[in-house]
């Protein structure tokens, strides 16, 4: 069974700092998902990472996969208030008819203190 | 991104009563799932869609799920007798075909609330 840990599942932080939320997963996966969720809102995407050593990056935030190690990382650079949110992963359990169902984290939720 | 609309955004109903969420995808999409996310928790995966069959489903789509897309474009979840653990966000979700990438892109969600 693919299971997808997270931590640290609550971050508390202050602007300016830097940051790492880390994404484990326990089995093979073509892709890994990072998704930005507002409370109440819905999930927003943020990247996807197709191959070991990607690295993607979009404003303060960039994503990194070690499939090796089955790891991803989300690092936050010099965080603002804006930030705050809850951060899922996701990896894809493709199946034979090539639908991806997508099996998630349980989300970091950050809160970026002025 | 492509966007998808849900409706209800909000469903209240009674315990043991059927319900039925609707996903309009704007594009032509190929694959559909629905989602759930009981309050606070994470998301997790019910059903795919694909070429008006049903691809994958999970443990929680027990006998009182189903899904169909009856008019060739909403895509829709139908819960028979609903019950105060159904209470949830749901979302749909649907797949664009890139070489590159196959993100799934999520609705703005149906939150039901089971009385």
């Known amino acids: 069974e693919l299971k997808v840990e997270q931590n640290p599942l609550f971050l508390s932080m202050q602007e300016g700092k830097n940051y790492t939320i880390y994404c484990n997963y326990s089995?093979?996966?073509?892709?890994l998902y990072w998704y930005r969720q507002d409370p109440g809102k819905s999930l927003e995407s943020l990247f996807v990472l197709l191959s070991n050593g990607a690295v993607k990056q979009e404003g303060r935030l960039m994503a990194s996969l070690d499939t090796k190690a089955r790891l991803s990382t989300l690092h936050i650079t010099a965080a603002v208030h804006d930030l705050s949110a809850t951060y899922f992963c996701?990896?894809?359990?493709?199946?034979?008819?090539?639908?991806?169902?997508?099996?998630f984290g349980k989300g970091t939720k950050l809160t970026v203190n002025p | 991104e492509p966007e998808v609309t849900q409706t209800p955004s909000h469903q209240v109903t009674q315990m043991g009563q059927e319900v039925i969420l609707r996903c309009v995808p704007i594009?032509?999409?190929?694959?559909f799932y629905w989602y759930r996310q009981i309050l606070g928790q994470k998301v997790e995966f019910l059903v795919s869609f694909y070429n008006n069959e049903i691809s994958e489903k999970s443990e929680i789509f027990d006998d009182q799920f189903s899904v169909e897309r009856p008019d060739g474009s909403n895509f829709t979840l139908k819960i028979r007798s609903t019950k105060l653990e159904d209470s949830a966000m749901y979302f749909c979700a649907v797949t664009l075909w890139d070489y590159n990438t196959d993100t799934q892109y999520f609705g703005p969600g149906t939150r039901l609330t089971v009385l």
């Open positions: 594009s032509n999409h190929l694959y």
């Open positions: 996701a990896v894809d359990k493709p199946n034979q008819g090539g639908s991806e169902k997508l099996v």
């Open positions: 089995t093979t996966s073509d892709r």
